[in-house]
């Protein structure tokens, strides 16, 4: 039987701002235990919570970049719990009324493009950690984390593979990062993805039971664990067992996903309206103050460089992809001009990409800046050295030589000596000398071999030590030799 | 010293700008008051001599610098739901026997700031849940016009410190009628004033939609002055209203003439015991011969108010006290096995009866498939209530009716029926459940020479209209100034 999956995601973006959602302590990441939580974080007997206005915009600024409607008024709601590390016994989240309604992601796996639908974004607080080792059979609290402002954003039964799903995850992660809202730091956690997983015959309209893999954390694990979980739903039923709705995890050592608790267990949250907190009303002049405030966005920057530059789509979608690459192109055409977009596309996604992958870097981590990569492709572009020499002075950049200043391209081509010979009279001198050595090979052309004339083209350029321009060689041979 | 002890809060501003008292001295008599009687009323609960005096002589060397205020050197005693650094803050529970509040609640820093001496903390039902204050885990306060009968609650022991002049005045908190219906018992003045007027920050939440501080004192004029200093906006709590600050005390001495009184039909049915209502009728009789006219309004939806409220509270009760959970503060159980069982232990130990009745009644109707038929339910009747009210304030300036069915009752004849209990809140809840403003005022002696109140309801922010109502009513009668025997 061929089987169709179906996934889909839930994911909690850190909010990047500077304090908590509901009360005025830091929110960085990484100091020691319970430093940053004040009375309103541990729930003292009588502290109120108090919205903060900069997660809301966080919360705007996503919807306007998934192209989501603005709930005008939203409401937070208690979700109730008992936890050691949820120190009210409830999660102040927003349940019947989101912030953020519908809207999208434009994703692409390979050449293929899918739009992959936005249910809703909703603005939620983070529980702390519960800390199970190192306390003798005990548990420590750490209630840093604890009112953290989250983005929690769900999308449709849209994707169809784990390749989609991570297409929309990496989608999702870069836009994000691009307005601002959030660092995308997976290993922190600010970034965290479950996913809801289901097989069904292909043709079947019902979606099976799903199971929901919580807390995935990279998305190199993300592929893993849906694979493996698709594959075990599907033996399952083959097998002749019925799939029943659970939370898993996802273990990376195994590469297996477990379940943690089964629907029947499931918590009654007992979700109500926050009686402390007044509903979220968003007018028109707010929406419209963020969104003055917004970059440009990837989708259109796309269409823009595509017109601009005359880049493909997949070029101007790979430029795109985050904002350090988008960043970074937009610095280095802006020296080199528009009418080099191209080649500094090219320069990007071919030598320079290659480069980082070796290293595993980001573009942000390049030690070759924007700036000197725009310097080299003006080298290029003015025939002061050829594409192969350019090849020599990008060597030298990488390896941080050139003094580390925007003109360090020409720097090392100075040093170094590369610049091209292009004056007509040196280069017929080379040429003599070459026809002059090599007489088999003049002979063998004029027999008609066409061969002998690149091995005449490649001695005169080995003389200039690839310094001559090969066209002004090729054009100066042609006439020595038919003349 | 007896006209100290029964003196108005302006008089003892005046008693202390001339330097016939000082604020130690008067701090100390009080304390000898509290010494010599509390423990035959239990309505202090925490007290400590060095701070309050410190604080008495804080207020003396302001006052000798001149940049004391009306309220400087004047002393009072804070409900124990309020938050009050290096105090303990118990709520009248086991739960936080022994929580030491590291902050003030915002009521607290305000009065604190005025320059007012605190005494104590008071005795209250726990967490507020009572009306009698028999539900508090440090034992019931006696009423001090008669020990056998309740003080009424929860707060019960601000109201018992006042009438037995053990402090001229306290805070109270009122989310059903907390305030007012001890204030009858007790009779004295205590006002709830419009909800959002006065900042519930470092309160202890019992349902946050309907609590609201308020002042507890002998007269309207005192409660006035205590207001002015209790409310404001507060960047805290996000239910406090932005407003301009009012003096509340502006209309006081203005006559009553033309004040329309609203009498709602369903305040004066059957509900009521006739001495309770022989002392209405007459406070009302002296309403008309100070100027004023009656009307009769209906509240139609009024009947359905007990039955909300008693879905409503509960249901924020059981989320407001989840934090109470013996993992961070507060009780927990010597023994337990796992987690959960700390859990259960803990608050099945913390708890008592009331307040776990009260988490399981609003567990319940939160629970999935129970929300829509009790919580939002409630809700509308909550709106149909607050639309009634808007409706009768069409025709009247005020509404006036009994502020509790009875007289303080003996100890023991309603705890054991919880029903016949939230009935004690009958006349007060509709004012929470609508956000209005409220008082009661003493207004007679029924049965037993109890006192009986007289409740006033304003309309949304109409404090000083109601205040001005009492405060003229006070003028023309002495039963605020009545004390009660053997309290000397």
């Known amino acids: 039987m061929n089987w169709e999956v179906v996934i889909g995601l839930e994911t909690h973006a850190q909010l990047q701002t500077k304090s908590k959602i509901f009360s005025g302590s830091s929110i960085a990441f990484g100091a020691e235990p319970n430093v940053q939580a004040n009375a309103i974080d541990i729930a003292l007997p009588g502290v109120l919570p108090v919205l903060n206005r900069e997660a809301v915009v966080c919360a705007i600024k996503f919807g306007l970049a998934v192209g989501a409607s603005i709930a005008p008024r939203s409401v937070f709601a208690r979700k109730n719990y008992f936890y050691p590390d949820l120190p009210k016994g409830y999660q102040i989240s927003q349940f019947e009324i989101p912030v953020v309604q519908g809207g999208g992601l434009a994703i692409r796996v390979g050449e293929q493009e899918k739009f992959v639908h936005l249910t809703r974004a909703h603005l939620e607080e983070d529980a702390g950690k519960s800390l199970h080792e190192d306390f003798h059979g005990k548990s420590g609290i750490d209630l840093n984390r604890a009112g953290t402002p989250l983005l929690e954003i769900v999308t449709e039964p849209d994707m169809r593979s784990s390749l989609e799903a991570v297409a929309y995850a990496r989608a999702l992660h870069a836009l994000v990062q691009w307005i601002g809202i959030c660092d995308g730091n997976m290993q922190e956690g600010s970034f965290r993805c479950d996913a809801n997983v289901s097989v069904r015959p292909l043709g079947q309209k019902e979606f099976g039971t799903r199971r929901e893999i919580k807390n995935l954390n990279s998305f190199r694990f993300m592929q893993q664990a849906i694979d493996y979980e698709v594959q075990w739903q599907i033996n399952e039923i083959t097998e002749g067992r019925a799939i029943?709705?659970?939370?898993?995890?996802?273990?990376?050592?195994?590469?297996?996903?477990?379940?943690?608790?089964?629907?029947?267990?499931?918590?009654?949250?007992?979700?109500?309206?926050?009686?402390?907190?007044?509903?979220?009303?968003?007018?028109?002049?707010?929406?419209?103050?963020?969104?003055?405030?917004?970059?440009?966005?990837?989708?259109?920057?796309q269409a823009r460089f595509q017109a601009e530059y005359e880049l493909s789509a997949y070029d101007a979608a790979i430029l795109t992809a985050s904002r350090a690459m988008a960043d970074y192109y937009v610095a280095a055409v802006a020296i080199a001009g528009a009418a080099n977009g191209k080649a500094v596309a090219n320069w990007i996604m071919g030598e320079l990409a290659a480069r980082l992958n070796r290293n595993d870097m980001e573009v942000a981590a390049s030690p070759i800046s924007a700036a000197q990569l725009a310097g080299l492709i003006q080298r290029i572009a003015d025939h002061t050295i050829s594409n192969n020499i350019a090849k020599i002075v990008f060597e030298a950049l990488w390896n941080g030589e050139g003094g580390g200043q925007a003109n360090a391209a020409d720097e090392i081509i100075e040093k170094q000596g590369l610049k091209q010979i292009t004056d007509t009279g040196a280069i017929e001198k080379i040429i003599d000398e070459v026809l002059a050595t090599n007489q088999k090979s003049v002979d063998e052309f004029r027999a008609g071999k066409e061969k002998a004339f690149n091995a005449l083209v490649g001695q005169a350029m080995k003389a200039t030590r690839g310094k001559a321009n090969p066209q002004q060689v090729n054009d100066l041979l042609k006439k020595k030799l038919g003349g | 010293m007896s006209d100290l002890i029964n003196a108005s809060l302006r008089e003892l501003s005046t008693a202390l700008a001339a330097k016939k008292v000082s604020a130690a001295e008067l701090a100390a008599l009080f304390l000898d008051r509290i010494d010599r009687l509390n423990p035959g009323l239990n309505a202090f609960i925490a007290l400590d001599r060095d701070k309050t005096l410190a604080q008495a002589k804080a207020a003396d060397a302001a006052l000798a610098a001149g940049s004391g205020g009306p309220l400087t050197g004047i002393p009072l005693a804070h409900k124990d739901i309020f938050c009050t650094k290096g105090w303990r803050t118990s709520c009248g529970s086991r739960m936080l026997e022994n929580f030491i509040a590291p902050y003030d609640a915002c009521v607290v820093e305000k009065l604190n700031a005025a320059g007012m001496v605190t005494l104590g903390k008071l005795n209250m039902d726990e967490f507020a849940m009572g009306s009698s204050n028999e539900t508090s885990y440090f034992g019931p306060v006696k009423n001090p016009w008669d020990p056998t009968r309740v003080p009424g609650g929860s707060s019960g022991g601000s109201a018992a410190t006042i009438a037995a002049r053990l402090a001229p005045a306290a805070t109270g908190t009122d989310t059903g009628g907390s305030i007012r219906q001890p204030a009858a018992l007790c009779g004295l003045t205590g006002l709830k004033p419009t909800y959002g007027v006065v900042s519930r920050y470092g309160m202890i939440a019992f349902a946050s939609s309907l609590d609201q501080a308020g002042p507890m004192a002998k007269s309207a004029e005192d409660c006035a002055l205590l207001l002015n200093t209790m409310a404001g906006f507060d960047t805290r709590d996000s239910t406090s209203l932005e407003r301009a600050a009012e003096d509340y005390a502006r209309d006081l001495e203005k006559p009553l003439q033309g004040l329309r009184i609203g009498l709602p039909t369903e305040f004066f049915g059957d509900g009521m015991d006739a001495d309770v209502r022989a002392a209405v009728e007459t406070a009302l009789a002296e309403y008309r011969k100070l100027g004023a006219t009656t009307v009769e309004v209906t509240l139609p939806n009024s009947g359905l108010s007990v039955p909300a409220y008693y879905v409503i509270a509960p249901a924020e009760a059981s989320s407001n006290l989840s934090r109470f959970d013996g993992v961070r503060y507060g009780y927990r159980a010597p023994d337990y096995g796992d987690l959960n069982d700390m859990y259960s232990?803990?608050?099945?130990?913390?708890?008592?009866?009331?307040?776990?009745?009260?988490?399981?009644?609003?567990?319940?109707?939160?629970?999935?498939?129970?929300?829509?038929?009790?919580?939002?339910?409630?809700?509308?009747?909550?709106?149909?209530?607050?639309?009634?009210?808007?409706?009768?304030?069409?025709?009247?300036?005020?509404?006036?009716?009994?502020?509790?069915?009875?007289?303080?009752?003996?100890?023991?004849?309603?705890?054991?029926?919880?029903?016949?209990?939230?009935?004690?809140?009958?006349?007060?809840?509709?004012?929470?459940?609508?956000?209005?403003?409220?008082?009661?005022?003493?207004?007679?002696?029924?049965?037993?020479?109890?006192?009986?109140?007289?409740?006033?309801?304003?309309?949304?922010?109409?404090?000083?209209?109601?205040?001005q109502a009492a405060h003229q009513y006070q003028k023309a009668t002495d039963w605020h100034t009545q004390m009660p025997g053997g309290m000397q």
């Open chain 1, 244 to 301: 029943r709705q659970a939370t898993v995890l996802f273990d990376p050592d195994t590469g297996e996903t477990r379940a943690m608790r089964s629907k029947e267990d499931a918590h009654d949250y007992r979700y109500f309206p926050d009686p402390d907190l007044l509903p979220l009303e968003i007018g028109a002049d707010w929406i419209a103050e963020v969104n003055a405030g917004l970059p440009e966005l990837p989708q259109v920057m």
């Open chain 2, 345 to 467: 232990k803990s608050r099945a130990q913390g708890f008592g009866a009331e307040v776990k009745r009260r988490i399981l009644i609003g567990t319940y109707v939160l629970s999935h498939g129970y929300y829509d038929a009790y919580y939002l339910k409630a809700q509308k009747i909550r709106r149909l209530i607050a639309a009634d009210f808007q409706k009768a304030f069409e025709s009247c300036d005020v509404i006036m009716g009994p502020t509790s069915p009875s007289v303080a009752f003996a100890f023991g004849t309603k705890s054991a029926d919880p029903v016949q209990m939230y009935l004690s809140d009958i006349y007060t809840i509709s004012t929470n459940l609508a956000g209005l403003p409220g008082m009661s005022l003493p207004c007679g002696f029924g049965a037993n020479h109890m006192p009986v109140g007289l409740q006033i309801i304003g309309s949304w922010f109409g404090e000083a209209k109601m205040l």
